[in-house]
Structures are given as C-alpha cells and as structure tokens.
Nanobody, 115 residues
Framework: QVQLVESGGGLVQAGGSLRLSCVASVSIFRFIPMGWYRQAPGKQRELVAGITSGGSTKYSDSVKGRFTISRDNAKATVFLQMNSLQPEDTAVYYC?????????WGQGTQVTVSS
C-alpha cells in the first residue's frame, strides 16, 4: 500500500515562510502527477498546487505567486515552498496524486499562520 508522509508544517506569523515535504512510497512516483491539497476547519479539501511528471506546475488563484511546488523524483518527494503566508492559509496540508485516482490520504501536516 502506498504511503504518503507529509512534514514541515508549523506555526508562523503572517508574512513568514514554510517548506513542506511529502515522501511517497511508490516505485512509479516519477510518472505520477502530484498535488498539494489543504483543508481548513469547516471547509472542503482543495487542490492548491499541482506538478506533472514533466515538471509543469499549476496553482490555485489563492496561492499563485506565493507558493511554489517542486519534486525530486529520485527521492520520491514533492515539496511546497510557501512564502508570504497569511492567516487564511491556515489548514492541514496533504499531498496526493493530482488526478481522479487518489492514494490513501496521509495524516497531513498542520500549518497555522498567526496575524
């Protein structure tokens, strides 16, 4: 069974930065489009950034220009660099495949931004 392990969250002040990491225990990682998702209290989980196997990226309007997704296929790891964090970015962040088929969700990593 594929495992997704997210890390790097924490408590930061508005304007601060965090770098999230997600390690995927899947041998074909390099072929899989990956995404970072977040779920704030009382809200649905949403895709905030995606990266294809070839490295093309996409972002939700809410994070465009502030977040950067990247991947290291050799380490089966996807990253999310988050800059200029705002209180509305507070959520649990998860990684998973960016497509109709998803792996079992990991535990996520909590990001809390104080004003």
């Amino acid at each position: 069974q594929v495992q997704l392990v997210e890390s790097g969250g924490g408590l930061v002040q508005a304007g601060g930065s965090l770098r999230l990491s997600c390690v995927a225990s899947v041998s074909i990682f390099r072929f899989i489009p990956m995404g970072w998702y977040r779920q704030a209290p009382g809200k649905q989980r949403e895709l905030v950034a995606g990266i294809t196997s070839g490295g093309s990226t996409k972002y939700s309007d809410s994070v465009k220009g502030r977040f950067t997704i990247s991947r290291d296929n050799a380490k089966a790891t996807v990253f999310l660099q988050m800059n200029s964090l705002q209180p509305e970015d507070t959520a649990v962040y998860y990684c998973n495949a960016d497509g109709t088929q998803k792996y079992v969700w990991g535990q996520g990593t909590q990001v809390t931004v104080s004003s």
